[in-house]
């Protein structure tokens, strides 16, 4: 059983940049055939598409948020993680991990638990 | 980008009745829309895929169609434990710019 698990810090601070991990277990990212991608949900809110990145490192982000996201894989640790840079309060929401399935990946089988950052001084 | 419409926002349905909700897509996706269940607190849940493809372990009261610009979601007779939010949401784009609804509640009648 595939399991994701987020973590990192729950408050960032506007302007400075917002970093998580995700930790797959279960399974390999490094066995390929799946894409793993990050998934926003802000509060009382539907849900947002991030970006992914596949094993070998390629990666796609949602063009609305491309100039502040970066993605990347540590096969060695079996993690994944965001970057995004330059937040505001519009950030604030809970940040989800998932397994991409299908030819694209585009749609996602497992999901990490999610965890909520908020952007705040 | 694409904008996926849900309706109604919220379903008022009574156990073992069937519940419809519907999806429309601002331009065409074919077949590649994916339906979710949230709950409360947790994760989104993948239901359907390719449309109409149930995932793995959901049960066959949970039906897909449509293809285009419209879609249906059917949960034939409703369990206790079906009452959650349900999203839609699109993949047919590429490069991706996957987009969601923003979710039909289906709650107790």
């Known amino acids: 059983q595939v399991q994701l698990q987020e973590s990192g810090p729950g408050l960032v601070k506007p302007s400075q940049t917002l970093s998580l991990t995700c930790t797959v277990s279960?399974?390999?990212?490094?066995?390929?055939?799946?894409?793993w991608s990050w998934i926003r949900q802000h509060p009382g809110k539907g849900l947002e598409w991030i970006g992914y990145i596949y094993y070998s490192g390629s990666t796609y982000y949602n063009p609305s948020l491309k100039s502040r996201v970066t993605i990347s894989v540590d096969t060695s640790k079996n993690q994944f993680s965001l970057k995004l840079s330059s937040v505001t309060a519009a950030d604030t929401a809970v940040y989800y991990c998932?397994?991409?399935?299908?030819?694209?990946?585009?749609?996602?089988?497992?999901w990490g638990q999610g965890t909520l950052v908020t952007v705040s001084s | 980008e694409i904008v996926m419409t849900q309706s109604p926002a919220t379903l008022s349905v009574s156990p073992g009745e069937r519940a419809t909700l519907s999806c429309r897509a601002s331009q065409s996706v074919s077949s590649n829309l994916a339906w979710y269940q949230q709950k409360p607190g947790q994760a989104p849940r993948l239901l359907i895929y390719?449309?109409?493809t149930r995932a793995t372990g959901i049960p066959a009261r949970f039906s897909g169609s449509g293809s285009g610009t419209e879609f249906t979601l059917t949960i034939s007779s409703l369990q206790s434990e079906d009452f959650a939010v349900y999203y839609c949401?699109?993949?047919?784009?590429?490069?991706?710019?996957?987009?969601f609804g923003q979710g039909t509640k289906v709650e107790i009648k």
């Open positions: 949401q699109q993949y047919n784009n590429w490069p991706p710019s996957w987009t």
């Open positions: 998932a397994r991409g399935y299908g030819p694209t990946g585009a749609y996602f089988d497992y």
């Open positions: 279960g399974g390999s990212i490094s066995s390929g055939g799946y894409y």
């Open positions: 390719g449309a109409s």
